[in-house]
DNA sequence: CACTGTGAATTCCTTCACAGCG
DNA sequence: CGCTGTGAAGGAATTCACAGTG
């Protein structure tokens, strides 16, 4: 396909398939069709074809997409194939529940430190890795860790992320409820649960 | 302006505005422009116009949108303006978080029940409420209770679902890593962290 | 005059329909 | 033949440009 802007959107789904792919992986199977992918997405097959078209041509005609090569491929261009070494900011409870997540294992992440503000609970370990001090956060340049979520409350976010920016890191995935004022070369993915919640009861 | 399909999009923007708006609320604000607004919320100004264009003239035109009182139609245009409650699923790390999460309240949330199937967890207290045992799930609809927040593990999800929708759910917010099959009329969110996460090392 | 409200234009994304290939 | 890959069509959301109004 001559070349076309990725839409966003593609990239958004693209984690899907990989963790569709991941599962087929490990039931073995060596073929599956935008079809039957589809019906486990619940998305359209042409959707799924063009998606992955924009990223070249994985797929075998008559059959269907290799699993074990296009799950590679998926990785590879979501950067997935290596481990990806990611810093928690906060260690209160949502920090925690994020910590002793296993999730992010299945997309290579490694969460490779945590910090916290809090002396009480600074040298404490959670979920495997220890406490430290959010004065350090500038030792994560050295360290390999391009990647940060932030679980801090919002009146701390826009500081962390300041201080983040300043170490290194290159991309946010925030969970505190306001917007974060970063340079445009940053990419911050925002979550607020309560915001998401917000729209169910327009639905009623 | 004659009717028109209201955009999705649009839906998922107006607790934002809300959000923006109680703030204006409690900064004592008069009346805000939709530039102004826009400045807040890295939005553009037309963006916003035609947004809350879909729901009626709440503006003045020279002015601007009156805070209270666009506040006050945003809130019952999501039906946030009585106070929705909503039953937890899941007291583990993530559930603990949820549970103690103050920002629901902002948007007229009450967490009001917290079930786990733990005999361990059954009878605590979390976040200031009592968690249930999970066979008792079938008690929201007698309770007022529409809509429920599911933080369980994903092999848990869908049988939670499925008895949720029983018990007449009409909403669900899922935070595990997994589709839900529901019917068409229940509405369903679901955020996956680590495949937001998933999307960042593209961008690196 | 400064702003909102809104058709029209544009951009972006999805879906279709089928050509192309194993 | 059965599937993928893709240009073209269709649909949805955003942005523009300006008419309308307190």
Chains 1, 2 share one sequence.
Do not use: W
Not at 46 to 67: C, E, H, M, N, W
Not at 108 to 136: L, P
Not at 167 to 190: D, H
């Amino acid at each position: 396909m001559k070349y076309r802007k990725i839409p966003e959107e593609t990239i958004r789904r693209m984690p899907r398939y990989l963790r569709a792919f991941s599962t087929l992986q490990s039931e073995n199977q060596g073929y599956i069709s935008s079809q039957l992918l589809a019906e486990r997405l619940h998305l359209n097959p042409p959707q799924i074809r063009k998606d992955l078209s924009y990223f070249g041509a994985f797929g075998t005609r008559g059959i269907g997409y290799p699993v074990q090569s296009t799950a590679e491929q998926i990785r590879s261009i979501l950067k997935l194939n290596i481990t990806q070494r990611a810093a928690l900011v906060g260690a209160g409870r949502l920090g925690t529940a994020i910590a002793s997540y296993h999730g992010f294992s299945l997309f290579g992440f490694d969460i490779a430190a945590v910090f916290d503000n809090d002396r009480q609970k600074i040298g404490r370990r959670i979920g495997g890795r220890t406490i430290e001090d959010v004065s350090r956060i500038g030792s994560v340049g050295s360290r390999g860790i391009q990647l940060a979520i932030l679980a801090v409350p919002a009146e701390a976010a826009q500081t962390c992320a300041d201080q983040l920016i300043k170490a290194g890191i290159k991309g946010i995935l925030s969970l505190s409820p306001c917007y974060l004022e970063t340079p445009k070369r940053i990419k911050v993915i925002s979550i607020d649960l309560a915001m998401e919640l917000g729209t169910l009861p327009y639905y009623l």
